[in-house]
C-alpha cells in the first residue's frame, strides 16, 4: 500500500501540520508493505514530492518535516485521474494522509480536491469538514438535535462598518447577555488561533481585532467556571468514543501555546478523573455531536463541565486533531486501547471504506 503523507498548506497552522507529520511519517514507515509518498505544500499551496530518505531522516530525531521546492518535483492533481508528476507521469497513491491543520487544509477545500482527482482520502469528506471548522453552523446543527452548548453571540463584520460603533455593540450585548469574563473566537479558525480571553470592557477592541483578523464572523462565549474535558471518535456510521481526558491548562487557558509550542503547556490527564456515569454521558454526547455535523473517520470533541458536575456542554469539534507528541487524540485513543500505529492503519482503512461507499452524487 502507497499512503501519500499531505503536510503544510497555506495556512496559519503550516507549523503545526509539519510536526504531526513528522509521527506520521515515523510510524508508518516503520510498517511492513506500507510505502510512504510525502507531498510537503509550501505556504502559497503548491505540491512537492519530498525524498523519502531526507524527510526520514528529520522524522527520525523527532523534528517538522520541511518542504523542499524543487519544480521538478511539483505533484498536480488530475480530474479523475488521481496525482500526477510534473512530467505528467502518474503518481501511484492507495490513500491520501492530509495532515494539513487549519483553513484549506480542514476545511474540506482539500478534501474537494482530492475528490476531484478521485483520491481516496483519511478522515472526514468535504461536507462534514466544512462544517466542523465552521463553529457557528455546528453550534446550530447541535442546537438542533437537543444537545447543550456555551452561551454565544454572534458578532458579524459585515453588519456594522464602523469598527467602533461594532465594539460598543458588542460590549452592550455582553453586558446584557452574560456579563464578562468572555471567550473572543475567528468563526472557522482552529487551534484557538486568534481566540483571546476578555475579562473587562477595556480589553474588548484589541481582542475583537485579533479576531476580526482571521474571520469577518466572531463569536462571543460566556467564560464558565468549568473543566476541559475531550474525547476522541474514530470510525464512519458505527464510529466509537474513548474513554475522555482532562486538559488542565497551565495558561491563562488552552491557547495555541499551550497545545503545540510549549511541552508545560497544560497537564493532560488521561482517562479524566470524572464519575464513569459522566464519563458515559459525555461519550454517548460527543457521537451524537460527530454524526450531526456529518463527520467520519475522526475528530476530537471538546466539552465543558461545570466544577460543582451540574452540567455538561459541547465546545467545539477538530475533524482534523493534532497529532503531535503532545496532542489529545492519539494519547487518548492509545489509552483506549489502539496503539498509535494502529490507530493511523484504521484511519487509512476508514478513508478508503469511506471513498468506496460514497454517493457521487453528494
Sequence with gaps: MTIALLYGGRTREHEVSRVSASGILRELDAIADVSVSPIGIDRGGTWYLQDLESRR?????????????????????????????????????????????????EDGVLQGALETAGVPYVGSGVGGSAVGIDKLRSKRLWEQAGLPIVPYLLIDRSDEPDFAALARNADRAILENFGYPVFIKPNTAGSSVGTSRVSKPETLRKALEIALEFDRV????????????????????????????????????????????????????????????????????????????????????????ERDGSAIYLNEINTLPGFTPISMYPKMVERGGVPYRDLLMELVRLGIERSATSVPSR
Design 218 to 305: 466572531v463569536l462571543v462565549e460566556q467564560a464558565l467556571s468549568v473543566r476541559e474535558i475531550e474525547t476522541s471518535i474514530l470510525g464512519n456510521a458505527q464510529a466509537r468514543a474513548f474513554p475522555p481526558g482532562e486538559v488542565i491548562p497551565t495558561h491563562e487557558f488552552y491557547d495555541y501555546d499551550a497545545k503545540y509550542e510549549d511541552p508545560n503547556g497544560a497537564d493532560l490527564c488521561i482517562p479524566a478523573d470524572i464519575p464513569p456515569e459522566t464519563a458515559r454521558t459525555i461519550e454517548q454526547m460527543c457521537l451524537a455531536a460527530y454524526h450531526a455535523v456529518g463527520a467520519s473517520g475522526m475528530a476530537r470533541v471538546d466539552c465543558f463541565i
Design 57 to 105: 531522516t528529520e522524522a527520525g530525531a523527532g523534528g517538522a518535516l520541511s518542504i523542499e521546492t524543487d519544480p521538478a518535483r511539483a505533484v498536480m492533481l488530475a480530474p479523475a485521474g488521481g496525482l500526477r508528476l510534473a512530467d505528467g507521469n502518474a503518481l501511484a497513491v492507495d490513500c491520501a494522509f492530509p495532515i494539513v491543520h487549519g483553513e484549506t487544509g
